[in-house]
């Protein structure tokens, strides 16, 4: 099992703010915007007399809210078809633990969420990686570089629209590509889409949810930690039209007996928060995108594409060896009483020699924050005996 590139130098992080050093959290997706009122408010008035246990599916009402959401957003989605998970992670790791046997394949375009290969060998099975390269934003090679890569063992295609850790949103002819080479192979195709709010392009979201070609062998991953705000209520959701898939994956959700009943409830009144609300948490990410983006890349020798979607980016460094910088910005750098927390990127590769000179950066806080950490950043690089 991996350690999470994303919390594996928290400990160092916490040595070094008893040190008395600030540290500039840019490592992890914990929005600083407030959560929606309307959370607080179901939290502040809970009208029950026990915290029982919920459904294993979790609560029908929570369910058919989210269906209507799915129906604003355009997506024929049933109640029936949702199973409320513990987080977006649970769903995942539940997708792969139905759907998947030891020793099964799932191709992943990478860089990709870290944990997915936690999940993976969790179930047993193996990620088959196919890569893509910042030089050119991390944009998709053709899909005959997926095909080429099907065995008789792989079961699925993993993707992730907007994508973390890059940013990357996937083109309505991309994803028909790769829908239609999983119906042509009779595979799953797996869609992490917890950051469909905040795409920058031009160009419309398009969810796996939606081309007919996948109907059947679709699996949606979704999630209202970033939606909302709110990433410690743990409430996410697995989509199947599947009955066979939602069969397997329930006897996972009764082994866990319950998701969260307080974030369920909390969840269920966020589906209602106001379309300004929403619209203002997305004009506030596109401003920090923006300044986060220019500023990367005024810093000598570092470079970031421009991420389209999400909160996150990847950027290179003038470093050999991001790993060992991110550890030395924690354990043996301070500027004007400051360091910086980042992920070191080689922890989102199948191969660990890939990404060797790369972070991901999470612009989840407002631009005084980021703007004094990519000085810390620009410092610690000026600084370091290990320079490129």
Known sequence: MPASPIRRLAGAARDAERRGTFVYRLNIGQPDVPTPPQAFEALRHIDRD???YSPSEGLESLRVKLAEYYSRCGLDIRSEEIIVTSGGSEAVLFAFMACLDPGDEIIVPEPAYANYMAFAISAGAHIVPVATSIENGFRLPPVAEFERLITPRTKGILICNPNNPTGYI??????????????????????????REFCYSDQPFISVMSLPQVRDNAVLIDSVSKRYNECGIRIGALVSRDPEVRANVMKFCQARLSPPLLGQIVAEASVDTPEEYMREVYEKYLERRNFLIERINSIPGCYSPMPMGAFYTIAALPVDDADEFCRWCLEEFSHEGATVFMAPASGFYSDRSLGRNQVRIAYVHDIPYLGAALDTLAAALRAYPNRR
């Open 50 to 52: 026990v915290l029982e």
């Open 170 to 195: 996937y083109t309505r002819d991309e994803l028909e590509a790769i829908a239609d080479l999983a119906a042509r192979h009779g595979l799953f195709l797996f869609s992490d889409e917890v950051y």
